[in-house]
């Protein structure tokens, strides 16, 4: 059973582009979390999911930032119009019941 | 809102000396606790996990952790450091809603193998 895949592993994008982050669950898992991790920070929970449903996004900034879990396919955590703030490493997580999670390799996003 | 306190940013240790990581938390209920390990440039392994039952979890790689709901404290000890242990570990409580396990983490603590 392969792990969490996350593509790419790094990514570096421009102020003002736009960001698609990938996330492939662990197969027969159902719940996905995002989180981002700072320079010298902690990982922080942006926003979990179930197939279709985005069920607490209380970490996701307001704006900008989207996540979708389609029925097929990949989630995908989406950020528009990057600026340098965004600049972190992306980390997902799947579950095959919501508890305990099994993190991907994360993708580094830079922005020049 | 849950909360999580590693204080130690940076731990030195030499190979085959114990070890014992501080974490801290902050929680309105029964927490579910957790401890991940980082190497660089990769993603979190679960080193062990507190659900309920037993206070003393034994985890993978020769660590354990113990819960002292007294003292707010899941501290994660390992009697032999191996120089494969350096890495960044980091402790976590979960908030739990239904099935949602979301994860607040502690900033995480920098351990260091010396020969």
């Known amino acids: 059973n392969a792990g969490v895949m996350q593509n790419p592993r790094h990514l570096v994008r421009r102020r003002g582009q736009e960001a698609r982050l990938r996330c492939s669950p662990m197969?027969?898992?159902?719940?996905v979390y995002w989180y981002r991790q700072l320079p010298e920070e902690g990982l922080k929970f942006m926003v979990y999911?179930?197939?279709?449903?985005?069920?607490?996004e209380s970490g996701m900034p307001k704006e900008r930032f989207s996540a979708e879990f389609p029925k097929e396919g990949p989630s995908i955590l989406r950020i528009q119009q990057v600026v340098r703030g965004d600049s972190a490493a992306y980390f997902c997580?799947?579950?095959?019941?919501?508890?305990?999670?099994?993190f991907g390799p994360g993708t580094r996003l830079t922005v020049l | 809102a849950q909360s999580v306190t590693q204080p130690d940013i940076h731990i030195t240790v030499s190979e085959g000396a114990s070890l014992e990581l501080r974490c801290n938390y902050s929680?309105?209920?029964?927490?579910?606790l957790f401890w991940y390990v980082q190497s660089p440039g990769q993603g979190l392994q679960l080193l062990l996990k507190?659900?309920?039952?037993?206070?003393l979890v034994q985890g993978i790689k020769g660590f354990e952790a113990e819960f002292k709901r007294s003292q707010s404290s899941f501290n994660l000890r390992k009697p032999s450091v191996h120089w494969s242990d350096a890495a960044e570990y980091f402790c976590?409580?979960?908030?739990?809603?239904?099935?949602?396990?979301?994860?607040?983490f502690g900033k995480g603590t920098l351990l260091t193998v010396n020969p």
């Open positions: 976590a409580v979960g908030a739990i809603g239904g099935s949602n396990y979301k994860l607040t």
């Open positions: 929680y309105g209920a029964t927490p579910y």
């Open positions: 997580a799947s579950s095959p019941t919501g508890a305990e999670q099994f």
């Open positions: 197969k027969g898992h159902s719940h």
């Open positions: 507190y659900f309920s039952g037993d206070t």
């Open positions: 999911l179930q197939k279709e449903n985005i069920i607490d």
